[in-house]
């Protein structure tokens, strides 16, 4: 990693599976950096206080993506934003308003700061749930979900990420903030906080033997570092703009199944 750099940046959520990492990452390459959680008090967060240079550039500060004077907070003075806090439910209730308008309060937060970039977390699922795309087209990032079908199916994460990135984008525009997304496809890897996280319960449902079969279906998945560093290259690369998938296999199922037995034989892992 290159040597200190010292600039202040701000990434919400920053106890969260992705944020971990992304807050790891830039204390490794000398960022000072402002990590908001719900409660800082919280013991979950004990794992971002021992990442090497945190003692000397890491404060955890008190934010909820509802309310903006927090984030207004903890956003001053930031040249940069990562913006990877929201709910990851499939529960309209709980996703929407925190996914929606807690991006909208992190974008005008940012602008009031004057920030030189905001990184939004999307999801593939803003991209790729278009029941009216043939097979045969190449999903990338001009391809956006389609909302009446997300709702129709019920698939409110996707709904919500749709929406939240909707709003970034509509906030950058009528506020001048440069702004750049990541969608991820399913993260998987390493956990460096304590707590299990829905992306990472995909795969424990196979070694917990809460699974006893597995689903004919195939799934795009990425390596959380590969995800964090995805997010920290597009802040510091000038000339990136607009939208970045981020996958890197397309596996079945059973191959999925196959490689944990290949590691984990000692785990129940369905066969079938
Ligand atoms: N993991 C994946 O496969 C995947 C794939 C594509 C996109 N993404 C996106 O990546 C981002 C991070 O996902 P993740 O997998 O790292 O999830 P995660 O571990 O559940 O982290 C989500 C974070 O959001 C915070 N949060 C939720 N509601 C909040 C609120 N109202 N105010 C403040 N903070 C709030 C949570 O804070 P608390 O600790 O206080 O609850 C948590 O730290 C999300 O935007 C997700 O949609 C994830």
Redesign the pocket.
Known sequence: MSPATNQVVCV????????SWIVKLLLEKGYVVRG????PDDS?NNHLRELEGAKERLTLCK????DLESLCEAISGCEGVFH?????IDDPEQMME?AVM?TRNVMVAAAEAKVRRVVF?????AVYMDPNRSPDVVVDESCWSDLQFCKNTKNWYCYG?VMAEQAAWDEAKARGVDLVVVN????IGPLL?STV???IIHILKYLTGSAKTYANAVQAYVDVRDVALTHIILFETPSAFGRYLCAESMLHRGEVVEILAKYFPEYPIPTK
């Open positions: 919400t959520g920053a106890a969260g599976f992705i944020a908001t959680v719900r409660n979950k934010a909820d993506l509802l990877t806090a929201s709910p990851v925190p807690g977390t999307s999801s593939v699922g990420k991820p496809v399913l993260v906080q996280n829905a992306s």
